[in-house]
């Protein structure tokens, strides 16, 4: 129904690539949805500004990148900041592009030790601080993120703490970035 969005008829689905890949993550921009998959990523955009018709389309966006952290993936700027196979990647509307040149022999040192990353890395948004947190292990005995590499959006650098946390939200009411404990 026009402007209800949670009342849907059962036929009106669409299937997002192939059946046997699973759906990571979904994340949304400001004019498109971005579907993670494990083998790639796809773009959903459309409109339904004509009321009973939904004009949606699934694109094969990227099939060279694929999200490693899932929780890593996060908004900041319009623009989706996460941990993947060519880095970590900022994707936009257009394009992905890898922004971790600078530390990639860390992040590939991450990424090569092992798969405990996956299940405890995880991304969080700064605006106001124009960052992208990334918080990840050090050693593949890791089960919590032991380390962060902050991006500043503004100045293209990144610096890293060692801090031991398992979770990260930023509070939009003070402004202010609260972890869990490990």
Known sequence: KYQQ???????NYLDVGAKDREIKRIVPLRDSLFIIKEDGIYKLSGDTAVAGTNNFNIAEFDFSVQVLAPNSAV??????????TQGVVSISDTIVSIISRPIENQILQIVKAGTSYKAASFGVSYESDRSY????????????ATQVFRYNTFTNTWTKWDISKT???????DDKLYLGAS
Request: aromatic share 12%; proline share 6%.
């Open 5 to 11: 969005p949670d009342a849907f008829p059962l036929v």
């Open 75 to 84: 908004v900041l700027n319009n623009q989706i900041y996460a941990l993947a």
């Open 133 to 144: 947190l990334l918080f990840t292990v050090s050693n593949t005995t890791d089960e919590v």
């Open 167 to 173: 979770c990260g939200i930023v509070n939009f009411a």
